[in-house]
């Protein structure tokens, strides 16, 4: 499985972004998809993630409310929307999918800077 995650830019804070995650390969081994997060000098964050089917979707309390993950599945893909952004969100986000309980695959990270 293969994933390629897009969309990431600069933007002031209180503005807006959409990240994308196109999932190419054995996409019918997994799951689900989760976004994550790395911001400079501190560990990887889990965002949130969605079933396959959409019906599940979770967040971490320092996005709900402002994020939300939806998915595509005729086009594979997944999406990050992130609104009334803050510099505490400047981060790396890697998007993976999920495969018998696991993240197992990875994309290479798209970098989203908020600027106060």
């Known amino acids: 499985v293969q994933l390629q995650a897009s969309g990431g830019g600069s933007v002031q804070a209180g503005g807006s972004l959409r990240l994308s995650c196109a999932a190419a390969?054995?996409?019918?081994?997994?799951?689900?998809m989760g976004w994550f997060r790395r911001a400079p000098g501190k560990e990887r964050e889990f965002v949130g993630s969605i079933t396959w089917g959409g019906d599940v979707t979770t967040y971490s309390d320092s996005v709900k409310g402002r994020f939300e993950i939806y998915g595509d599945n005729a086009k594979n893909t997944v999406y990050l929307q992130m609104n009334s952004l803050k510099p505490e969100d400047t981060a790396v986000y890697y998007c993976a999918a999920t495969s018998r309980g696991e993240y197992r695959y990875w994309g290479q990270g798209t970098l989203v800077t908020v600027s106060s």
């Open positions: 390969g054995r996409t019918f081994s997994t799951s689900g």
